[in-house]
């Protein structure tokens, strides 16, 4: 159990570090979910604790390595020795008969960083561009959309008015013309005959 300002000490930030580890992770899992485990200091009721699971999951979250808790020993000496005079040892070592690998370097090392940094910054913005491009399109289509569905419903609405009202009018203008023509058929069977052997 320990509070934020002794895990402070422990990993050699400061406390407004810690309590920015406990933000950042309660940002993503949800507030409280950190500090809810908290408890009162046996001692010092002022001062708040937290289990070491909670610490070492806070940890790990903000990518902070544990740090190693080495275990006590206590080495005795004893004092079965013979003493013997100090050698003098003088002359060239070479470190390369203690090595069997080699690795490969850069020169310039942070010339590359710089170099890596830059692009990155280039692809950075780039991608922040496109994003907010895409975004803006979105936007405009959800727009668009908002504006055709709604038209498209009215549409939708009048083309079955309109096939009523066709319906009606056509059967009426049916009635009215067939009605038309027996009028004509009938003006037409008044009419005096032309045929042949009358007069």
């Known amino acids: 159990m320990q509070t934020l300002t ?26 409280g979910s950190f500090t809810s485990q908290g408890r009162k200091h046996p001692s010092d009721q002022r001062k708040v604790v937290y289990p070491d699971d909670a610490i070492a999951d806070l940890l790990q979250f903000n990518g902070v390595t544990p740090p190693t808790v080495e275990p006590k020993v206590t080495v005795e000496v004893g004092n079965h020795c013979t003493a013997l005079t100090a050698p003098t040892v003088e002359g060239e070592f070479s470190l390369e008969q203690f090595r069997d690998s080699e690795s490969l370097v850069f020169e310039d090392p942070l010339s ?88």
């Open 6 to 31: 002794d895990l402070a000490k422990a990993q050699g930030v400061s406390t407004q570090t810690a309590y920015n580890w406990v933000d950042r992770y309660e940002g993503h899992h949800g507030k």
């Open 112 to 199: 590359v960083a710089t170099q890596f940094l830059a692009v990155a910054d280039q692809l950075i913005e780039a991608m922040d561009a496109d994003a907010a491009q895409r975004e803006q399109r979105l936007k405009l289509t959800r727009q668009a959309k908002e504006q055709v569905s709604t038209k498209a419903q009215e549409l939708q609405l009048e083309s079955r008015l309109y096939r009523e009202r066709a319906r009606i009018v056509d059967t009426a203008q049916t009635a009215e013309t067939d009605a038309l023509q027996q009028a004509l058929a009938a003006l037409q069977g008044m009419g005096k005959s032309t045929g042949l052997g009358q007069g």
